[in-house]
């Protein structure tokens, strides 16, 4: 369950338990610094409301005013992810990572996929190994097989705030979160430590987490799908 403020009654206690100061070191260092900031907010508003996250940045003495400037911006870039919907980009990112298939083929594990990663039971599905699909019907799969995918996870993060786990997440986040809901199944995805960690708002353990989920020895492409995720997820 996530814990609020109140548990961790001192900056260091909150420093320590979030285990912020390796990330803040890297925060001083870092070219990239938006990336670092997306986690070290995620990890904030884990325990804090926004305005506390805000007012713990701008009195940490150990920040930079830029740092603080960093950290700040990034605060209303987290939402509830009732209030999101995957985005153009987040579209385009399923259908880049899938790519066009235009002539049917097995899967061997049973299935039989075509289009834009659309996938079947070869027993059940009106389409043969061989079938040459159209890029406009290979469309047409594609919105319905994402509108899937985002009803899926709409449900379990509904099901999580009926059991008073509310969490923020960022439009990358979300978008990726669907991205691994396509690609695996919403089913597969459920069990994932990924989703586990998530959960937690565990925000830091959820992106790394992401290299691993999921891979299969016959699908080896999926060890480079899965590194582009990790990078969606933690860049703002």
Known sequence: MIKTFE???????LVEKLELQPLFDQLKKSVNKKIIATIIVGSLLSILN??????????????????KI???NVIPTYKYPKNLKLSQKGWDFIRDNEKFIEVARKLGDGMITVGYGHAEPIK????????KMSKTEAHRLFLEDVNIAARGVKRIFKEWENIGIKIKITQNQYDVIVDLAYNMGISNLRQTKFVQALKKYDLQKAANLI???????????LEERRKKEFIKFITN
Do not use: H, W
């Open 7 to 13: 548990n961790y009654n001192s900056e260091f206690l």
């Open 50 to 67: 926004p305005a506390q996250a805000m007012n713990y940045i701008e009195n940490n003495s150990d920040l930079s005013s830029k740092d």
């Open 70 to 72: 960093e950290l700040v």
């Open 124 to 131: 059940t599905s009106k389409y043969k190994v061989g079938y």
């Open 211 to 221: 290299r691993e989920t999921g891979l299969e020895e016959d699908f080896p492409g």
